[in-house]
């Protein structure tokens, strides 16, 4: 079952427990994603995992298929589709992860 969550509470939950909550936020945000859009192999630990193991680098490949997951979801719903890959590449980049989950979970939030 996929749930709107409040972007702010995620948002403050990662900051007070120094990321943890992040790492569930990242995982469970992920597998929301896969499922809208279709992909049941699009997962989230597979992703936290290969994070991992690349030291952070697989962040970018992550953050570039979420923007194309979401805006087929979105397609698929008759909504208006907004690919935001690029901006969600950029934002990790420069580290503003945590603004990529957030508006992601914006756009999840408006499918659900």
Do not use: P
């Not at 699009?42 to 979401?70: D, P, R």
């Not at 008759?78 to 420069?94: M, R």
């Amino acid at each position: 079952m996929i749930s709107q969550r409040s972007v702010a509470f995620s948002i403050i939950l990662s900051l007070i427990t120094c990321g943890i909550y992040g790492i569930f936020w990242f995982i469970v945000l992920t597998n929301d994603v896969g499922k809208l859009s279709g992909d049941y192999t699009f997962t989230g630990g597979k992703h936290f995992l290969l994070t991992l193991i690349t030291c952070g680098i697989w962040s970018l490949v992550w953050a570039y298929q979420i923007g194309k997951h979401v805006a087929e979801a979105q397609r698929q719903r008759g909504q208006l589709v907004s690919d935001n890959s690029a901006l969600y590449v950029i934002l990790t980049i420069f580290s503003f992860g945590i603004v990529t989950y957030a508006l992601v979970q914006s756009d999840v939030n408006k499918m659900v």
